[in-house]
Nanobody, 126 residues
Framework: QVQLVESGGGLVQAGGSLRLDCAAS????????MAWFRQAPGKEREFVAR????????YYADSVKGRFTISRDNAKNTVYLQMNSLKPEDTAVYYC???????????????????WGQGTQVTVSS
């Protein structure tokens, strides 16, 4: 049974930092590309960042580029999202997601991902 468990969310002031962790189990982690999405109230779930199975390549939404960093530790079956210079508009539930490396479609859409975590709330106060 595949499980993705996010942690690290919370309340932070604008300009602050948080690190989100996503621990994976029940899958061969190094055979999956990993991503972070977020969903604000009343909005669609949107792509935030993704990382290849080796960790050698990363991709970001324009809204977080230069502020967020995605990374992974395949030995610990964990993917991270370091979030710096947080803004109130970053407030959302953040989800990690997994898709096999064999998938050939676009990785910017939530429908491309096979597995999801339960989400962790990030709230940024102004």
């Amino acid at each position: 049974q595949v499980q993705l468990v996010e942690s690290g969310g919370g309340l932070v002031q604008a300009g602050g930092s948080l690190r989100l962790d996503c621990a994976a189990s029940g899958l061969t982690f190094s055979r999956y590309r990993m991503a972070w999405f977020r969903q604000a109230p009343g909005k669609e779930r949107e792509f935030v960042a993704r990382i290849t199975w080796t960790g050698s390549s990363t991709y970001y939404a324009d809204s977080v580029k230069g502020r967020f960093t995605i990374s992974r530790d395949n030995a610990k079956n964990t993917v991270y999202l370091q979030m710096n210079s947080l803004k109130p508009e970053d407030t959302a539930v953040y989800y990690c997601a997994a898709v096999p490396t064999s998938y050939g479609g676009s990785l910017y859409y939530r429908t491309s991902y096979d597995y999801w975590g339960q989400g962790t709330q990030v709230t940024v106060s102004s």
